[in-house]
């Protein structure tokens, strides 16, 4: 058995994976397959379980380090904290900040290939 699949998810958890990979446990390329820590993320926020997400954060970053192919997260907020200690930053090279985000309205929710019922709920589109 594979991993699941975002496909499978409801409205609330499909939205919660992608802010958990977007926000939490950045990554790059696609956010079609949900890993196990993220599915554990997103149960957790759904039934209220306590979480310490300092500690899944520096996970995060660990296993970005010793990945070849991955680049340390958080840049912004690691750069916050770098000024905040006095750390000399002057021979950074400075960035743009994004001039869009992502949203989350009614052509998202049809991207991600739901529809809205006539009770005014979101539901997949194979469900009906």
Avoid: N
């Avoid at 002057?90 to 900040?97: V, W």
């Avoid at 709920?121 to 194979?126: H, L, M, N």
Wanted: net charge negative; hydrophobic share 35%; aromatic share 8%.
């Amino acid at each position: 058995m594979g991993k699941p699949s975002t496909h499978s998810l409801t409205v609330t958890s499909r939205v919660l994976h992608h802010m958990i990979c977007s926000i939490l446990l950045p990554r790059g390329g696609h956010r079609d397959e949900v890993s196990y820590l993220e599915a554990f993320i997103v149960d957790s926020i759904l039934t209220g379980r306590r979480i310490q997400v300092g500690y899944l954060m520096m996970i995060h970053m660990i296993s970005c380090v010793e990945s070849m192919t991955r680049v340390l997260p958080y840049d912004h907020f690691l750069t916050r904290v770098f000024k905040d200690v006095g750390v000399d930053l002057s021979r950074e090279t400075d960035f743009e900040a994004p001039t869009s985000y992502d949203t989350y309205d009614e052509q998202s929710l049809v991207r991600m290939t739901f529809e809205k019922a006539p009770d005014g709920s979101w539901v997949r589109k194979a469900e009906r």
